[in-house]
């Protein structure tokens, strides 16, 4: 069954969703160098503010930011690690021009799939 990193991020401010696409089409080719079969983007669209806990409050997202969704498929986890892996020590990976995320605030994991229809 596939392994999917799920991830929470806010986008500055500064940045638009352009400017998003653009980090997040280098980086993609990275992790299915590395084994990723799929790496998905999603900029938000219908978050709702909760009574309790919600996505923007997850990442501490200010009024001037937005959320972004992501999640990257592996085929199982001991591709995902060794991928993974390669993925942080590649130099392509290395920060360059100002990020179009505040990485400080993404929230991320690993989900072992138990439902794949």
Known sequence: MIYVDGLVLPVLASSSQE?????????????????????????????????????????LATEDETVVFSWIEWPDKATRDAGMKKVMEDLRMQPGDPMPLDGKRMIFGGFQAILDQ
Request: hydrophobic share 45%.
């Open 19 to 59: 400017a998003y696409l653009a980090f997040a089409e280098k980086a993609a080719p990275i992790f299915k160098d590395y084994g990723a079969t799929r790496v998905v983007e999603c900029w938000a669209d219908d978050v709702p503010d909760g009574k309790v806990t919600d996505f923007r409050r997850a990442v």
